[in-house]
């Protein structure tokens, strides 16, 4: 059964949201009035109300924001076209059925030390090639199955996923990475899927897999390429939970560079791992961090839970709460989300 979110209806508009999104940026200090109206455009008057509240330092007083659906996304254990297009197809049939969108990235694993695809979860290998050719896939069911059912407007926003525990964690490893979601973008606009989905990439980067230098040097490879996002789906690996002093991470990490990583970055947007209350505190701090000492919080799009593949984890619910219930404790980090991801086997 696939899971769903409610996101944002239309092409155009999601483009201009992640823009806008962006735009926030904790470089650029802007006014609570400001703040206000860019989210208005980003997330509807419901949240814009929220925030409001928010900023005015009011949040535990207010109920947790309602948490909608829980989109499945997966780790790739195949270079199975068929697969990639029956999650397409399954996608697209409950997204018309619901008349929601929704928003799913594919984890193809480490990227190989020569650019030439991944190493996947299971051990096996992938070609860049064929990793386009299963997001391709996935178009064309998500299209087709989409409008067999009738529906011509529903959105599902892509992201084609890797993650720093491999060779290539480098400046030209991000170029080779946004490329690739170049290449799978002018695919489906060649063939019209690109009415109905959205290619952008994604990184769980994990301060316990690699040096700060290296996946912040990926980030600014993949940023190198204009135009595109990539959601940072990773964790805050031993971060402060009570502190917002560019404090200590592991593998000599710090607070810095999972901000940077996750949405100092211009193509970075945050949909943090969430599994276990520790990372809720951990990543409350890094946009606190954010707001104190690089010009304005992060803006996450929503938490990622594992309760399918883990039990002893949160559930979607529990992510959803934890986080939101941290950061709406503080006024300089209160914000609601847009949506609720969970990762799942092929």
């Not at 929220?50 to 535990?60: M, P």
């Not at 030209?172 to 690739?180: C, E, F, I, K, V």
């Not at 996946?215 to 917002?244: H, K, L, N, R």
């Not at 219930?325 to 847009?338: E, G, I, K, R």
Request: glycine share 12%; proline share 3%; charged share 10%.
């Amino acid at each position: 059964m696939i899971h769903h979110q409610h996101s944002f209806r239309g092409k155009g508009f999601w483009e201009r949201g992640m823009l806008l999104l962006k735009q926030i940026r904790p470089r650029v200090r802007k006014d609570a009035v400001m703040l206000g109206a860019r989210l208005l455009a980003l997330v509807g008057i419901c949240a814009l109300v929220g925030a409001l509240f928010n900023f005015q330092g009011a949040s535990k007083a207010y109920a947790i924001q309602a948490k909608p659906g829980t989109v499945w996304s997966y780790y790739m254990n195949s270079n199975s076209f068929n697969s990639g297009y029956n999650m397409g197809c399954g996608q697209g049939k409950a997204d018309a059925s619901l008349h929601e969108n929704s928003s799913v990235v594919l984890d193809f694993g480490g990227q190989l030390s020569n650019g030439s695809g991944t190493l996947m979860i299971n051990g096996t290998t992938i070609s860049n090639s064929d990793i386009q050719g299963v997001a391709n896939a996935f178009s064309n069911g998500y299209w087709t199955c989409a409008r067999q059912a009738g529906d011509t407007t529903t959105i599902d926003h892509l992201a084609i996923g890797t993650n720093n525990s491999y060779y290539d964690v480098s400046y030209s490893g991000g170029q080779t990475w946004a490329n690739l979601v170049v290449s799978t973008r002018n695919y489906n606009h060649s063939k019209g899927y690109d009415s109905q989905v959205i290619m952008d990439g994604a990184n769980d980067l994990e301060p316990s897999w690699s040096s700060a230098s290296a996946a912040i040097a990926w980030a600014q490879g993949f940023s190198s390429v204009s135009g595109y996002y990539y959601y940072d789906y990773g964790s805050t690996d031993g971060c402060p939970e009570y502190s917002t002093g560019n404090g200590a991470c592991n593998n000599g990490w710090d607070q810095y560079d999972v901000w940077y990583v996750s949405w100092g970055a211009p193509a970075a947007i945050p949909t943090p791992e969430i599994y276990y209350s520790s990372q809720a505190h951990q990543w409350t701090m890094i946009s606190l961090y954010g707001a104190q000492s690089e010009g304005g919080r992060i803006n996450i799009l929503g938490p990622w839970d594992e309760y399918d593949l883990d039990s002893s984890t949160y559930t979607p619910q529990g992510a959803w709460n934890a986080l939101w219930t941290d950061l709406n404790s503080y006024s300089a980090t209160a914000q609601n989300f847009t949506g609720s991801l969970e990762i799942h086997q092929e």
